[in-house]
């Protein structure tokens, strides 16, 4: 059996954490237009940087730039709660060809 090499991957992990270059990719910005808007961004409720790394979560940025556009919130909730275009049988009914429960069960 053949040891890996150290700089072999075995498994390809997507970063969650990126650095303000790929957060700014992220709203199709360049890294110095996202620097300039940055504070902006921020009074609006952009996620911050991690204090310590100075990395931006993508799935803040993600949930950030969804949450900017309620209406569309509103029309996928109102959908899910939409009922169904033709009646829902129970498993028993379609069993038993429609008419009723099954007996015995």
Known sequence: ???????????????????????????????????????????????????????FDLDAIDQWRKSRHRSTQNLALANQNAQPSRPVRRFGEKLNGGQGEVQGA
Request: proline share 13%; charged share 30%; net charge positive.
């Open 1 to 55: 059996m053949t040891a890996l090499r150290q700089a072999e991957i075995r498994y390809r992990v997507d970063p969650r954490d990126v650095p303000p270059v790929k957060a700014a990719r992220r709203l199709h910005l360049t890294l110095a237009r996202f620097n300039q808007l940055l504070p902006s961004l921020i009074k609006r409720g952009f996620p911050e940087p991690d204090p310590d790394t100075g990395m």
